[in-house]
Nanobody, 127 residues
């Protein structure tokens, strides 16, 4: 079992920045692909960004390209999502997903590509 602990959410004004963290623990692994999804009220959970364990392969949804940056710290088994130039439409609960031992360059943009999920962290952007 892999446990994911998200942190870093909060309330910020439009144009501001936040950095989310997702720390994995519980089992030893040789690789861990990680991703961020978000879910706004009344909407389905959607893909935001993902990274391979190696960090060499990363994907972003179009609406956050140029504003958000995903990174991974292998030594800490932690993924980060640096969110800049935040907009009110970024308001959502952000969830971290992880796939255990998929290989160093595995990365996915779909929910079923990840077996483990965190509890989510609220991000609210005021206008």
């Amino acid at each position: 079992q892999v446990r994911l602990a998200e942190s870093g959410g909060g309330l910020v004004q439009a144009g501001g920045s936040l950095r989310l963290s997702c720390a994995a623990s519980g089992r030893t692994f040789s690789s861990l692909a990680m991703a961020w999804f978000r879910q706004a009220p009344g909407k389905e959970r959607e893909f935001v960004a993902s990274t391979s364990w190696s960090g060499a392969r990363q994907f972003y949804t179009n609406s956050v390209k140029g504003r958000f940056v995903i990174s991974i710290d292998n030594a800490k088994s932690t993924a980060y999502l640096q969110m800049n130039s935040l907009k009110p439409e970024d308001t959502a609960v952000y969830f971290c997903g992880a796939e255990l031992n998929p290989g160093n360059d595995y990365v996915s943009r779909i929910r079923t590509g990840y077996d483990y999920w965190g509890q989510g962290t609220q991000v609210t952007v005021s206008s």
